[in-house]
């Protein structure tokens, strides 16, 4: 899984510790005003088992991410997405002392 991000640090560390427990290979890639929109060609490259995209909605530059993926055409079965927001148990899960 792919996860983008504008979250601290300390909670990106306690989420990526908390899905390597349930065995999920993660890597996190920042999107906020420091770093902007990464090159989602590269970051997303995969050419034979699919890449998990998992984005926080919140952030600012989750539209023009999306909007990014679009014109790469990056939404296809090599790629399946989820956006999480406050409003997801998942977000919740993971933001607590609990597990996922």
Known sequence: VCYFTCESRYYNTILVHKLTNENVRVSVTRI???????????????????????IDGHCDYTPPLLEQASKNKLF???????????NNLFFEACSSSGGV
């Open 76 to 86: 296809d079965s090599m790629h399946p997405w989820i956006v999480i927001s406050e």
């Open 32 to 54: 906020d005003s420091d770093v902007g929109i990464p090159d989602l060609g590269r970051v997303l490259y995969q050419r034979t088992t699919a890449v998990g995209v998992l």
